[in-house]
């Protein structure tokens, strides 16, 4: 039997209909921006393996220091335990966050980050004996597939079977300098009962690469300050140089209290997940009563050999080298975004950073145009790259090795796209 039979017989794939999607593709080896099938054939890895991989894939250094820790200290419980990489990482981390963040949660992806965050902030007020039980968020956000995380995310097709089971939420618009006073208007009616604000910082990855201001985004943190709610920024995708800076914080006047990380975080070598928190909020937990706990932990847990990769990750994104391939891949962005915003078929051109996206123009919606995304994805395909479009909107989020030659390549092949059949 091939991979794909033997697959096609036991594995369940995450968002995908698995009576109608094509058979998967077998990957058999990464290095750098590429990915290796069982043919040999190679696919440039243009969305960074769902926006985890920094480095490029089966990064040596990494590598070496997973592969030294993997012979040192594999996994130890984390209650009552500690090693040095999660000190180690915690520092590190520390250090490169708005300084308000002192204290370093684990776990072990985005979504259970997200938990986490919104345990917390529950719990800050319940704590304090007050019971806050709303929570603002904003309309089409994506926070992760967990319940919580579900409920704190836009309704949608993907949550559609739970929507009884969801907690409320209020969603509120992405703030604009128009809606900004209505914005405020709107939370001002409540505030006192709003345990936390969760949000996307910036860009809106799941929904589509959709993007707001950052001076916009300061001011409505700066009135949600005001009114004593908390606020939880979720950097899962943003974090670790994506938008163009280490973290969407750099790009913010204002504070979150809480911060939650995962995909970048070890470089996309390892599945980890961390939520920071301020003083305030870690000191509402510390008490004689037992119940005033933070009563949350996975087995894996700050899981030595992910923090080890984390670690690693970490010391490659600050070097100059990595630095200087985010600035360059963010000018080659600007640059191709300017083409692209002259092309007659694309609209809605938008950039943060690494971060590309753009819509193909639909002027009739008919079912061929639905089924566009699928198109350009195969297209994409065949021609070695892989992209993922989100029904119309199409995106580039690459690994920040990418060459200035490859990056051109890639350019070259959306514009032969737009200008094929598939896109009349
Ligand atoms: C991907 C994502 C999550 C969920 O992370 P998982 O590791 O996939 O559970 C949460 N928040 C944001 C902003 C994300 O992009």
């Known amino acids: 039997m091939t991979l794909q039979e033997r697959d096609r017989a036991v594995n369940w794939h995450p968002y995908t209909q698995m009576k109608t999607a094509d058979d998967a593709i077998p990957i058999v080896k990464g290095k750098g921006i590429y990915l290796f099938d069982e043919q040999g054939k190679q696919y440039i890895d243009a969305v960074s393996s769902w926006w985890v991989t920094l480095h490029g894939h089966a990064h040596p250094y990494i590598a070496q220091r997973v592969s030294e820790q993997l012979n040192t200290l594999e996994q130890v419980i984390f209650a009552g335990f500690t090693h040095e990489p999660a000190i180690k990482l915690s520092e590190n981390l520390l250090n490169l966050l708005p300084e308000n963040q002192e204290k ?44 919580g995380a579900m409920s704190v995310s836009a309704r949608s097709v993907w949550t559609k079977p739970f929507g009884e089971m969801l907690f409320e939420v209020i969603f509120i618009d992405t703030p604009t300098s128009e809606n900004l006073e209505s914005l405020k208007n709107q939370i001002e009616n409540f505030a006192d009962e709003v345990a936390c604000f969760i949000y996307e910082p910036l860009v809106q990855g799941a929904a589509g690469m959709l993007m707001h201001k950052a001076e916009d985004l300061s001011e409505l943190m700066k009135f949600c300050r005001e009114k004593g709610i908390l606020m939880i920024q979720d950097e899962v995708f943003t974090g670790f140089g994506r938008t163009g800076k280490l973290f969407a914080a750099n790009y913010l006047s204002q504070k979150p209290d809480i911060m939650c990380f995962s995909k970048g975080l070890t470089g996309g070598t390892m599945p980890m997940g961390i939520t920071t928190s301020s003083n305030e909020i870690f000191e509402s937990f510390l008490s004689d009563d037992k119940y005033k706990t933070l009563f949350h932990g996975h087995s894996f847990t700050a899981n030595p050999l992910a923090c080890t990769a984390a670690l690693a990750s970490m010391e490659l994104l600050l070097n100059e080298e990595t630095l200087n391939n985010i600035y360059s891949l963010t000018e080659a962005h600007l640059n191709f975004s300017k083409i692209l915003q002259r092309h007659p078929k694309v ?78």
């Not at 996206?357 to 566009?372: C, L, P, R």
């Not at 994409?380 to 200035?404: A, D, K, Q, T």
């Open 104 to 147: 370093i949660f684990y776990s072990d992806n985005g979504s259970t980050a997200v938990e986490v965050a919104l345990k917390m902030c529950i719990q800050y007020s319940h704590n304090q004996g007050k019971e806050k039980k709303k929570i603002l968020a904003f309309r089409n956000a994506y926070h992760g597939d967990t319940f």
């Open 347 to 424: 609209e809605n051109v938008r950039q943060t950073g690494t971060i590309l996206a753009w819509e193909i123009k639909n002027d009739e919606q008919t079912s061929y145009f639905n089924d566009i995304g699928k198109l350009l994805y195969q297209e994409f395909l065949e021609r070695g790259i892989i992209m993922r479009p989100l029904g119309n909107v199409m995106y580039l989020v690459p690994p920040y090795c990418i060459s200035p030659f490859e990056l051109q390549m890639i350019y070259d092949t959306i514009l032969e796209v737009l200008d094929s059949k598939i896109c009349i």
